[in-house]
Nanobody, 126 residues
């Protein structure tokens, strides 16, 4: 059984930084892609960043380009989201996700991810 557990959320002021972590355990079922999504109150879940580690393909949503970075530590089975220069509109519940055999254009496609974490709240105060 694949499990994803996020942590690192919290309350931060505008312009501040946070690093989210997602520890992933369990078997894999193909070439792995991992991603971060977010969902604000009253809004649909949206992609933040996605990566197909084999081949080094990474995509970011336009809203976070230049501010957020997705990375991973293979030895720790952990995926990270470094978030800098945070804005009030970044306030949301952040979810990590894992999918398999995604092509580069699919890395930000919610429907292509099979396993999801429970989410961690990020609140940016102005």
């Amino acid at each position: 059984q694949v499990q994803l557990v996020e942590s690192g959320g919290g309350l931060v002021q505008v312009g501040g930084s946070l690093r989210l972590s997602c520890v992933i355990s369990g078997p894999t079922f193909g070439t792995v892609s991992e991603a971060w999504f977010r969902q604000a109150p009253g809004k649909e879940r949206e992609a933040v960043a996605g990566a197909r580690w084999s081949g080094g393909n990474i995509r970011y949503a336009d809203a976070v380009k230049g501010r957020f970075t997705i990375s991973r530590d293979v030895a720790k089975n952990t995926v990270y989201l470094q978030m800098n220069n945070l804005k009030p509109e970044d306030t949301a519940v952040y979810y990590c996700a894992r999918g398999y055999n995604l092509r580069q254009p699919e890395l930000l496609d919610t429907g292509r991810y099979r396993h999801w974490g429970q989410g961690t709240q990020v609140t940016v105060s102005s």
